[in-house]
C-alpha cells in the first residue's frame, strides 16, 4: 500500500507540475524503512516513477557499533540503481560535539573527533551516483555556540569550495 501511494503521488506532482522534484528522506537503515514503517526504499531506488532522489538520513557516524556511516552509504549507493533517481546523503551536523548514545561502543566518536562530516563528504564524492549531500540542522551549523562546530564546520567547509 505505501509503494502503491508513493507511485500515485509521485504522478499526481507530476501531473500538477512536471517539472517541481519529489524526494523522499528514509531512514538511514533499510532494514528499519521495511520493517517499522513499510516503506519499500530499495524497489523506489531501483524503479522510476516513485521519486525523483532520495536522501537517506545516515546519521551516523564511523565507529557506530550497528550502522558505520561507510557501510550504510555503500548499501545505499548499491541499491540505487533507477537512472531517474538520484541519491544525496543527509548527515547529522546536529551531533558535532555531542555523545551518541545509540551508536553503542562508537558513542564517543562525535566528542573525539572533528572532522567527521568532512569525511563523510570526501567519501560520499567516491560514489559515481552519490550526487551530494544534505546537512541537518542550520541551528547547529551556523549558530551553534559548540566549539567542536567551529572546527568542524572549517574542515567541511574547505571541501565544499
Not at 109 to 131: F, G, K, V
Request: charged share 20%; net charge negative.
Amino acid at each position: 500500500n505505501i509503494t502503491t501511494l508513493m507511485g500515485e503521488m509521485y504522478s499526481a506532482i507530476k501531473k500538477a507540475d512536471s517539472s517541481c522534484i519529489f524526494g523522499i528522506s528514509p531512514r538511514g537503515i533499510v532494514s528499519q524503512d521495511y520493517d517499522l514503517v513499510y516503506a519499500d526504499v530499495a524497489y523506489w531506488a531501483s524503479h522510476a516513477g516513485y521519486c525523483d532522489y532520495l536522501a537517506p538520513q545516515v546519521y551516523y557516524g564511523f565507529e557506530h557499533a550497528s550502522a558505520p556511516y561507510d557501510e550504510i552509504v555503500e548499501e545505499w549507493s548499491e541499491m540505487t540503481t533507477a537512472p531517474s533517481v538520484s541519491l544525496r546523503i543527509g548527515l547529522a551536523a546536529y551531533k558535532v560535539g555531542a555523545v551518541d548514545t545509540y551508536a553503542g561502543s562508537g558513542k564517543n566518536e562525535w566528542t573525539q573527533n572533528t572532522d567527521i562530516i568532512a569525511r563523510q563528504i570526501d567519501l560520499s564524492r567516491q560514489y559515481d551516483n552519490i550526487e551530494g549531500i544534505i546537512l541537518f540542522r542550520y541551528d547547529q551549523i551556523f549558530t551553534s555556540p559548540n566549539s567542536a562546530m567551529t572546527v568542524e564546520k572549517k574542515n567541511f567547509m574547505a571541501l565544499l569550495q
